[in-house]
Nanobody, 114 residues
Framework: QVRLVESGGGLVQAGGSLRLSCAASINIFSINAMGWYRQAPGKQRELVATITSGGRTNYANSVKGRFTISRDTAKNTVYLQMNSLKPEDTAVYYC????????WGRGTQVTVSS
């Protein structure tokens, strides 16, 4: 089991930026893929971005060109840089690690005001 701790959420105005961090309890090279998902009130959880152990990235169409997923293997941490934020980006953002089983963090709230 992988313990994941997210941080970096908050309140920001539209057009602003935030950087989320997800610290993993194990070496992230041993994790097949890590990613960020989000869930807005009344909606299903959706994929935002993923990064594989090989460094390949994937993004939801709604965030392409605005969000960037990256990692620091020395710190076992994955980041989500979010630029040009929109009110529709408001959600709880969850970190995910696909190892032997799927692991989830507790989430961090991102609120974008118009």
């Amino acid at each position: 089991q992988v313990r994941l701790v997210e941080s970096g959420g908050g309140l920001v105005q539209a057009g602003g930026s935030l950087r989320l961090s997800c610290a993993a309890s194990i070496n992230i090279f041993s994790i097949n893929a890590m990613g960020w998902y989000r869930q807005a009130p009344g909606k299903q959880r959706e994929l935002v971005a993923t990064i594989t152990s090989g460094g390949r990235t994937n993004y939801a169409n709604s965030v392409k060109g605005r969000f960037t997923i990256s990692r620091d293997t020395a710190k076992n941490t994955v980041y989500l840089q979010m630029n040009s934020l929109k009110p529709e980006d408001t959600a709880v953002y969850y970190c995910n690690a696909e190892a032997v089983v799927s692991n989830w963090g507790r989430g961090t709230q991102v609120t974008v005001s118009s």
